[in-house]
């Protein structure tokens, strides 16, 4: 296998990397505005990677302004400079619509253009996207252009057709083979490691209780990639709910012992958000654990799916009031460590606190 060229910094000793450093340092002091006013003189000096990092935080105002519009500026140059990173964060941007309008062509156009110029993970998603797995991995020098010519979009984004009622009132379903194993492994990939002790919300803030003792990781548009905007557009054909009204997915993760005790989803009220959250949407990762039911106690349901299935449910009832019957609860994984991918849907644009 070829080794990826742009992790940042490792092939580029001769030029930026000592002042790249120097914006570690400043960022490890927790002096943002002189590391990003440093970056920001990196990349108008031409540097790539500089473009690149200040781009992604630029995205998220991670450490920095929030400014998409600039940041998608910065990754184009850098796309234009053969920056494998960049061109695998424009596919991202591209296949979510996220701040330019939804493009898959383009999104995959762009993940072969990262891949060609050595960016892992645009090299690990189509591999993933187009189904060739271990092999595509074993071989020298994959075709990358015959690789994104054998994605089939359409297949990635239509839903299972078999679905399961688990119970009428709450509404709850479970849909079988939502996911391939190879999906499930490369979504746990995204979120290990990035995992932090889970908070819970009350309606006003968020915060640690003895009720939730699991760990949890939003995604936003620089953790995601290609695979995770495929995913949630398939939930989306799933539930019949668009994208826009997706809150960020998560990654759920119990390790022995860990729980989320019973709660409601539903939020209709709570303080700075705009609509209710009328649909919860899990699916399971892996099942080589026990424990970690998922149990409605209020309608005696319990259940859990194995390794690329979903369950998912109504937080409303048909009259759109909040459901108390969807009570419900992450049961104490017994062994082994348990996965989910989670999906909050609202009843319009979510557009987060405000
Ligand atoms: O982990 C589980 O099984 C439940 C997750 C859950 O209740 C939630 O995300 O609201």
């Known amino acids: 296998m070829q080794t990826a060229p742009n992790v940042h910094g490792a092939l580029r000793i001769g030029d930026a990397a000592p002042s790249l450093r120097r914006v570690q340092e400043l960022d490890g002091q927790a002096q943002f505005d002189e590391a990003v006013e440093l970056l920001r003189r990196l990349a ?45 964060q424009m596919a ?39 189904g060739a797995g271990r092999q595509g991995l074993a071989q020298p020098a994959p075709n990358w252009k015959a690789l994104r010519e054998s994605v089939d979009l359409a297949a990635w984004m239509s839903p299972p057709a078999t679905r399961q009622p688990l119970c009428e009132s709450p509404r709850i379903r479970l849909a079988r083979d939502f996911a391939s194993p190879q999906t ?10 990035k995992v932090k002790p889970a908070m819970m919300y009350d309606g ?83 099942d080589d654990y026990e424990g970690g039911e998922l149990e409605f106690p209020k309608v005696g ?31 104490a994984v017994s062994r082994g460590e348990k996965w989910l991918f989670s999906q909050w849907i609202h009843d319009r644009t979510f557009t987060g606190m405000n």
């Open 44 to 88: 108008g000096g031409g540097d790539a990677a500089a473009m690149v990092q200040l781009g992604r935080r630029l995205l998220v105002g991670h450490n920095a302004p929030f400014e998409p519009q600039e940041a998608i500026q910065l990754l184009m140059m850098a796309v234009e400079r053969n920056d494998a990173d960049a061109a695998a």
């Open 92 to 130: 991202t941007l591209a296949a979510a619509g996220a701040w330019m309008p939804q493009n898959w062509s383009a999104a995959l156009d762009f993940l072969q253009q990262g891949a060609e110029l050595g960016s892992a993970s645009a090299r690990g998603q189509l591999l993933l996207l187009a």
């Open 184 to 193: 499930c492994q490369w979504l746990i990939g995204l979120g290990r490691g």
């Open 204 to 286: 006003k803030s968020s915060r640690f209780t003895a009720e939730r003792s699991n760990s949890d990781y939003f995604f936003d548009i620089v953790g995601a990639d290609v695979v995770v905007a495929l995913i949630r557009q398939r939930i989306s054909a799933l539930l019949k709910m668009p994208t826009f009204a997706m809150e960020p997915p998560q990654m759920l993760h119990y390790a022995p012992g860990q729980e989320l005790r019973a709660h409601y989803d539903h939020i209709g009220g709570a303080t700075g958000y705009a609509g209710e959250r009328i649909a919860t949407f899990l699916l399971y990762l892996n």
């Open 301 to 331: 349901l319990r259940a859990r799916g194995n390794t690329g299935d979903c369950i998912y449910f109504s937080n409303v009832d048909l009259s759109g009031q909040r459901d108390k019957l969807t009570l419900h609860s992450g049961l």
